[in-house]
């Protein structure tokens, strides 16, 4: 049976109190409901985005007292920061993948810039850093942008990618958009699905049905249980996600077991 490699992204971009004790609890209660990998961003205690690694360490060393969750942070985010700013986690020893952004795009009222400099330092920085990225994709262009980055730079094998859709102003979440991003991933590659505004778990199914290696829940994306129901904790997202996962005959991957899917701690 295939391993379905589940993230949990489980802060809200308007939570704005960052509290490093309770994300870590609660990740740690992520992983134990079927969560191999945690996505998380570089905020300071009152959630705006900072290079300043303070409150991000405290929360990671607290996840890796009690949990083997891989560690995945994020190099994006609209924010006013430089993409050397950006990249501040990827010297960090215990961050074992990233997020990459390889495009610019609408997000809602916001525009998400990611020029082609931008995303070629972020890329050679990820390299020389030795980390696994995850390719975040909100458009069809940004997966063809991927294939000419390939032609320059060395990338970590196997390529992870993200469909991202649901954004205001980007693909939206249907099965059409789904499909069409999901025929230009490349045949060499993994790939995934992340779901913004998400309010039930349809295009998730899809996903598994079409190949998809990773899913991502949380708060940074959503909060719904179902079409009627908000939740308080995470953790109740990630079981339900575990569940449909094993309904459609796939298996959560434990974290030991995501590292081998991604390649992790090769050189």
Known sequence: MRNILISVAPVSASDKLINPQKIAEEVIE????????????????????????????????????????????STGGVSTLSIQQRCAPLYYDKVETTSLNVGSCNLGEAVYCNPIDEVEYCVSEIIRMNKVPEIEVFELGMIHTVTELRKKFAFHNPILFSIVL????????????????????PDDTLWGITHAHRKNY??????????????????????????????????????????????????????HEARKMLNIGTG
Request: glycine letters at 6%; one cysteine or more.
């Open 30 to 73: 992520c992983e134990k409901a079927g969560a191999s990998m945690v996505h998380l961003h570089v905020r300071d205690s009152q959630g705006n985005l900072t290079p300043d690694l303070t409150v991000f360490k405290e929360t990671v060393e607290r996840i890796r007292e009690k949990s083997d969750i891989i560690i995945q942070a």
């Open 166 to 185: 649901g954004h205001a102003g980007a693909a939206p979440a249907t099965i059409e958009a789904l499909t069409a991003m999901r025929n230009f991933i």
């Open 202 to 255: 349809d295009i998730f199914s899809a996903a598994l049905g079409m190949g998809a290696s990773t899913l991502r829940v949380g708060f940074e994306d959503s909060n719904y249980l179902d079409e009627h129901t908000q939740v308080d904790r995470n953790v109740p997202l990630i079981a339900r996600v575990a569940k449909i996962v094993e309904t459609l005959g796939f298996v959560p991957a434990a974290p």
